[in-house]
């Protein structure tokens, strides 16, 4: 089951400038008629490119550069992570613990990609106890709380994509594991991003993208 996003009907549309010019009778009545049809073969091809990308698998990533994801990936992930802690990016791997856990999922669509979340036990467990106000976190409240923390920051990269590029996306129902997961490496273009937190927590989110299915 996957999370949907930006979807947008490519049914058509009428647009209506800002500027207004006053006519009468059927010159009017031509002028609208030729906006309306001018309108409505843009919006046809814009459905149509749009079908044309979904099935070709989503090559619509291809028209941002890798230093335009990396800038959504990292405001999506100082964003969301600073509003409970502070992290800072290092450029150098993150330095973990011998306690590590993994949160990953996979996007469809226009953004086909694999995104994977890599942070100490430590940091998640401060984290979850803030949210929850409590002092004792079972692993289960640990699970919960950064599959739903991963899901949001998931949502705001998908949001910029369509936002900075207009990429519809859709990314699946996050999943969580205890330890190292490493998802299949069958892609060509990788994004790892790295980061401490104030109590010198590791933290590294790495973007996968995957090739496109014939």
């Not at 490519?10 to 010019?21: L, N």
């Not at 990429?167 to 060509?188: A, L």
Request: aromatic share 6%.
């Amino acid at each position: 089951m996957c999370l949907s996003h930006h979807r947008r009907s490519t049914a058509c549309t009428v647009r209506q400038g800002k500027g207004r010019m006053w006519l009468c009778g059927s010159d009017a009545a031509r002028i609208a008629s030729r906006q309306v049809e001018r309108n409505c073969i843009i919006d046809m091809a814009d459905g149509f490119t749009a079908h044309l990308n979904r099935e070709k698998g989503g090559c619509t990533l291809n028209s941002l550069t890798q230093k335009e994801i990396q800038d959504i990936l990292n405001c999506a992930m100082q964003d969301i992570t600073n509003r409970m802690t502070s992290i800072s990016p290092c450029e150098h791997d993150a330095a973990f613990s011998g306690d590590i856990c993994t949160v990953h999922t996979t996007f469809e669509g226009g953004h086909h990609a694999t995104l994977t979340l890599y942070m100490d036990m430590a940091l998640l467990q401060r984290l979850t106890q803030r949210v929850m106000q409590q002092n004792q976190v079972e692993l289960q409240d640990v699970e919960d709380f950064t599959k739903e923390y991963f899901n949001v920051i998931c949502g705001q990269v998908a949001s910029k994509l369509f936002q900075t590029a207009h990429i519809r996306s859709r990314f699946c129902i996050p999943r969580f594991c205890r330890g190292r997961y490493v998802p299949k490496d069958e892609g060509d273009c990788r994004c790892v991003l790295n980061y401490v937190s104030n109590c010198k927590e590791g933290v590294q989110l790495i973007h996968q993208i995957l090739p496109i299915s014939s």
